[in-house]
């Protein structure tokens, strides 16, 4: 193996969403050198940050169709009952909810969770509260993709916080998506939520590091867990 392909395969390839504010940065910080090195350092760290935040990294994912994968980096902030986004029609009986809270340092492409279609896809405007709160996920801005699943109506919600300003989702209705494939992304910190149906069985616990396309969050016909509200 060549020095050039070391190099290569070492390097975290970056997502194109990414570019355009790469490009930005870099510019400021080359006009700010002709008047301040102090500038200069902050500009540089600033675009060297950007570039590591849309960092998207190759993942390898699991292909049993029983298993539902993690659709962000980040920590398992919550899992327990809760009621699916409103715009999804999906009822009003609980679902099975598992959380992943993604920091400014955590990669933010989201993955499908699931292999299925996309029946649908809603957006809805909201509030900017910090994304680890219980309640943003009903007040915040979110967007929610529906994916029917040959083990029942899948639900992924992408939801903005504190910093997060903008949410990205590149899916269509109608679409078919593997789980794994890449269908959006939030910036700089937030949310994604998981709604399952009460027969899945969890596979992580709260607190637990995961891995977007490669952590297993819950499964399909597997012993399934008691879960208990807490207030």
């Not at 020095?3 to 070492?10: A, F």
């Not at 060297?48 to 993690?70: A, G, H, M």
């Not at 937030?190 to 616990?205: E, G, N, T």
Request: proline share 5%; with cysteine; aromatic share 10%.
């Amino acid at each position: 193996m060549s020095l050039i392909d070391s190099v290569r395969k070492t390097l975290v390839p970056v997502h194109n969403e990414g570019w355009p504010l790469m490009a930005a940065f870099a510019a400021t910080t080359f006009i700010v050198s002709y008047f301040s090195d102090t500038l200069f350092w902050i500009g540089l760290a600033l675009t060297l940050w950007c570039t590591y935040f849309f960092r998207d990294p190759q993942r390898v994912t699991p292909t049993d169709e029983r298993l539902v994968i993690s659709p962000a980096d980040g920590m398992v902030s919550a899992i327990g009952p809760a009621y699916p986004p409103r715009e999804l029609g999906l009822g009003d009986r609980e679902m099975l909810r598992i959380s992943v809270f993604m920091n400014v340092f955590s990669v933010h492409v989201n993955r499908a969770p699931v292999r299925g279609t996309i029946e649908q896809i809603a957006y809805k405007p909201g509030k900017f509260l910090n994304a680890d709160l219980d309640k943003a996920s009903s007040e915040n801005e979110r967007n929610s993709l529906k994916i029917s699943t040959p083990n029942g109506d899948v639900a992924v919600v992408q939801i903005a916080g504190l910093i997060a300003r903008r949410i990205v989702c590149w899916a269509g209705e109608g679409q078919s998506i593997g789980a794994g494939e890449r269908f959006g992304l939030i910036r700089f910190g937030s949310r994604v939520d998981v709604f399952l149906p009460h027969k899945a069985s969890v596979r992580v616990a709260v607190g637990q590091t995961a891995i977007a396309g490669e952590t297993v969050l819950a499964e399909f016909g597997g012993e399934a867990l008691s879960l208990v509200r807490v207030a």
